[in-house]
């Protein structure tokens, strides 16, 4: 029998899988199937990203029309889930409603393990959190239009209108950076899942539960907020100096690989600039600015991808609930794919613990049992 090893907290730095999705480096770098992101992000759409990382390949022009038609064709939801909608509270998070809904329509496929029903799910995503963003603001129900990409189509759900095309692609960009990001928390534990041989609905349903933390997707939401309070100071680098005194967390900051430089942050800082600039008011991108500056000289964090991502979404009018869900309507398409090469070579995932429990206690029984001290 091998001999067991303790791996570090958090598994930081114990390689558990080989793959060929995405790889993130320490350097700063970060490839999709063999591509630099920033080439990506500069050249492709989001649906050929997306088909990239499901298939491991740029699409041909045909395999891209059936693609986008596949992912059109089968935007429809169930006609359940807007009565399903209208169950939950108002004050119910948008992320605890897409999860139950991915659950839900799980219980209503007819072959769930079937083989295109992992596009198929991913393709509702737009109409899914579009849907959730009407129930909960008393507003119609969402109209996917199948003539345009998946991208616009969320976009336009969501703010209800047509924004002009260089807002249409900024959109587009930051969701091809949020669309995989090899094994965050998010990921593994969609690969945990699969190696059970649960269906693809079990695992997504899973991975938007551990999306929902405010250290993995719940981050940019919070990003926007301290954005908008130092905003109101006279001085951004005193409230963050203040909040670093206090031993707060600064949300945006800070990642598990990248040390010195997230480059999906970087290139959104960019187009956030020129997005700003576009309004004709550049004061909220010096604040960010500010704070990102203050950080580094500060603590050494860069900026990560929901520092950045947060403000162009804002300057989109996108209501500021929906951040995490376009997180995961982005991320479902890097999702599938981990599912999918976890089954081709799977092995449960099954690690062991260290127990540091009390040992040899007998039962008493309760009629002899007092009250456990306290203190």
Not at 183 to 209: E, K, M, P, W, Y
Not at 323 to 347: C, D, M, P
């Amino acid at each position: 029998m091998p001999e067991k090893f303790r791996a570090p907290r958090g598994l930081y730095d114990v390689i558990v899988a080989d793959t060929s999705i995405s790889k993130s480096s320490s350097d700063g770098t970060l490839i999709y199937s063999g591509y630099d992101i920033n080439d990506l992000a500069n050249h492709a759409s989001f649906e050929e990203t997306a088909y990239l990382i499901l298939n491991g390949n740029l699409p041909s022009a045909p395999e891209l029309k059936d693609f986008h038609d596949l992912l059109s064709h089968d935007s429809v939801i169930p006609p359940e889930i807007p009565r399903l909608l209208e169950l939950f509270p108002r004050s119910a998070h948008p992320i605890d409603m897409l999860r139950t809904c991915v659950s839900l329509i799980g219980s209503l496929v007819e072959n769930p393990s079937g083989k295109n029903s992992h596009v198929s799910l991913a393709a509702k995503f737009p109409s899914l959190v579009a849907s959730i963003h009407s129930a909960r603001n008393g507003l119609p129900p969402p109209v996917y239009n199948q003539g345009e990409n998946y991208s616009d189509n969320l976009l336009a759900m969501l703010t209800g209108s047509q924004l002009h095309s260089f807002e249409r692609r900024s959109f587009e960009q930051v969701m091809l950076f949020y669309l995989e990001h090899d094994l965050n928390a998010s990921t593994f534990t969609t690969r945990v899942v699969a190696s059970t041989q649960a269906d693809v609905f079990a695992a997504i349903t899973s991975a938007l539960a551990a999306l929902k933390g405010p250290l993995h997707g719940g981050a940019n939401e919070a990003a926007l907020g301290l954005q908008l309070a130092a905003s109101k100071q006279s001085s951004p680098e005193s409230y963050i100096d203040e909040l670093l005194s206090q031993g707060k967390k600064v949300p945006g900051f800070g990642h598990r690989v990248y040390k010195t430089v997230d480059p999906r942050a970087q290139f959104c800082k960019a187009l956030f600039r020129k997005l700003s600039e576009a309004k004709s008011s550049t004061d909220y991108y010096e604040v960010c600015a500010k704070i990102e500056a203050r950080m580094w000289e500060k603590k050494k964090l860069p900026a990560n991808l929901d520092f950045y991502a947060a403000p162009i979404f804002y300057l989109l009018d996108l209501p500021v609930e929906t951040y995490t869900s376009i997180f995961a309507a982005s991320r479902v398409f890097g999702w599938v794919a981990h599912y999918n090469e976890q089954l081709r070579e799977n092995k449960i995932i099954r690690p062991d613990a260290d127990y540091i429990g009390p040992k040899g206690l007998k039962y008493i029984p309760l009629a002899q049992r007092g009250p456990l001290p306290r203190g």
